[in-house]
């Protein structure tokens, strides 16, 4: 009797909660080490987006922080708070369903993943998503972008936006991936085409159109989207406390089907809380399935042939070179060019190492086996890489 009671009681909570924030919560995992702020802080964020009736039910992933019972723990060894191990968990508790998404400070993203962030605009205080913001889409510039776009709507529609505006930052390459996307919809892939607020319009961004956030959607290229990030979000702050903002946003990618979002080692609070929310939100909203939604449509509007035509042409050379035997890539080497990141792993593998590109929050990687180490750094500083 006392377990029916129990259930009862329990089934009784999730119902009124369901009622208090207009739907089910949805499980966000957040690490709960590694902030230049503080644990405290970053717990902090889970208080304050757990008290703003939003959907969102944090779990903190981590050693535990006291002083924050009332959050949900998944706690790791409290003696310590290396970071390897609070990943692990991050990565269990998502293999497992225990979290629906997560918010992390940094994670590996393979190449053709990357994160859709949300910043408050502050000539208008309007809120508007760049795309992209970390990792990478692809590692050809024009790929790239034209994907951003189609991640970025996918996010806006996640987010309940039914037919968000879009716009391209004036960065190299915009113009041909504004061009690509105009005649996917002339193909019949819906884009709706947000214009400057200058006097000349158009959907190609400058600077004041950013400012006064003149679209629901900005596109621009991974790394320029950082460093935007960075400016909207602690411009207030000086830069050591990113206090606005929602964060480097939730991970799209062709066939990607986890949630995981970006915050960084400065990010304060609300901007954790924002975070948290949006991944929630995001995750209520079937991210991945937006993205394989436009992904299809745009495919079947000719998004392959665009993409060819925005790829460059590799060497024959380059192209005939074949990977040696896989094998476990336990290692990291840092400081290549995302531009030039599969030709660098090309390099090894004309070298006979076996490699792998990858993308972490502080740039491309490429991966090999720990013995290889020396050898392959060797090879890609010869080669003019490093």
């Not at 903190?60 to 790791?76: A, N, Q, Y």
């Not at 859709?116 to 502050?122: E, K």
């Not at 991974?222 to 460093?227: E, H, I, P, R």
Request: proline content about 4%.
């Amino acid at each position: 009797m006392t377990d029916i009671k129990k259930l009862v009681g329990e089934s009784l909570t999730e119902i009124i909660e369901a009622a208090k924030h207009g739907g089910p919560r949805v499980k966000v995992g957040l690490m709960a080490s590694g902030s230049e702020l503080g644990c405290e802080e970053l717990a902090l964020g889970a208080r304050l987006a757990l008290e703003t009736g939003s959907i969102v039910q944090p779990v903190m992933i981590g050693p535990r922080v006291e002083g924050f019972d009332e959050l949900d723990w998944i706690e790791t060894d409290a003696g310590s708070a290396c970071e390897a191990e609070i990943a692990n968990a991050l990565e269990a508790a998502l293999k497992d369903g225990r979290i629906a998404a997560a918010v992390a400070l940094h994670y590996p993203f393979p190449l053709g993943v990357t994160t859709i962030g949300r910043v408050v605009t502050p000539a208008r205080g309007r809120a508007m998503l760049i795309a992209a913001t970390t990792g990478t889409s692809s590692a050809n510039r024009g790929e790239a972008m034209l994907r951003n776009a189609l991640y970025g709507i996918a996010t806006a529609k996640a987010l309940g936006i039914k037919e968000p505006t879009v716009g391209i930052l004036n960065v190299d390459t915009a113009q041909p991936v504004f061009r690509a996307l105009t005649r996917l919809a002339e193909r019949g892939y819906k884009v709706k085409f947000g214009s400057s607020v200058r006097k000349d319009g158009g959907a190609v961004l400058r600077g004041n159109d950013i400012l006064a956030g003149a679209v629901d959607v900005c596109v621009a290229d991974a790394l320029t989207g950082n460093v935007l990030m960075k400016m909207f979000s602690s411009f207030s702050t000086g830069g050591s406390y990113e206090a606005l903002g929602w964060g480097y946003g939730p991970s799209c990618g062709e066939g990607w089907k986890g949630i995981v979002s970006i915050i960084s080692r400065a990010s304060g609070a609300p901007v954790i809380a924002g975070a948290l929310s949006m991944t929630a939100a995001a995750a209520a909203g079937n991210l991945p399935g937006k993205v394989a939604e436009e992904i299809a449509a745009a495919r079947k509007a000719g998004l392959d042939e665009e993409i060819a035509a925005l790829t460059p042409k590799a060497a024959a050379e380059d192209e005939a070179v074949k990977a040696p035997p896989q094998e476990p890539t336990d290692e990291e080497l840092h400081g290549v060019d995302v531009l030039e990141i599969e030709n660098a792993v090309r390099a090894l593998w004309k070298a006979g190492i076996y490699a792998e590109s990858a993308m972490g929050c502080t740039g491309p990687v490429v991966k090999l086996a720990a013995k290889n180490t020396e050898k392959g750094e060797a090879v890609l500083k010869e080669n003019g890489y490093l």
